[in-house]
């Protein structure tokens, strides 16, 4: 059993910053899964904010514009979202993902707030 288990997310400034990250337990191995980063926010579809492939190939979402950068650390299971610059339009619940072309795991969720 994969389980996917989020944490960092607050209340922050525009203008500020966060760093989410995403802890993998289980047996499985990361060494074939893309690790990834969604978001959601109210009354919208979940998009795609980054993923990561096993060979650190990066995909943003085209809304980042160069504001985060994502990363992994394979033996210790864990996926980092950096966000600098944050604006409201960045306020959603943030989704760890984890594929390997067979499953698709996803965790619970961290609420990300931008305001004043």
């Known amino acids: 059993q994969v389980q996917l288990v989020e944490s960092g997310g607050g209340l922050v400034q525009p203008g500020g910053s966060l760093l989410l990250s995403c802890q993998v337990s289980?047996?499985?191995?990361?060494?074939?899964?893309?690790m990834g980063w969604y978001r959601q926010a109210p009354g919208k579809q979940r998009e795609l904010v980054a993923e990561?492939?096993?060979?650190?190939?990066?995909n943003y979402g085209d809304f980042v514009r160069g504001r985060f950068t994502i990363s992994r650390a394979d033996l210790k299971k864990t996926v980092n979202l950096r966000m600098n610059s944050l604006n409201s339009e960045d306020t959603a619940v943030y989704y760890c993902?984890?594929?390997?072309?067979?499953?698709?795991?996803w965790g619970q969720g961290t609420q990300v707030t931008v305001a004043s």
């Open positions: 990561i492939t096993p060979g650190r190939a990066v």
């Open positions: 993902n984890a594929r390997n072309g067979v499953s698709d795991y």
């Open positions: 289980g047996s499985t191995s990361l060494g074939r899964v893309v």
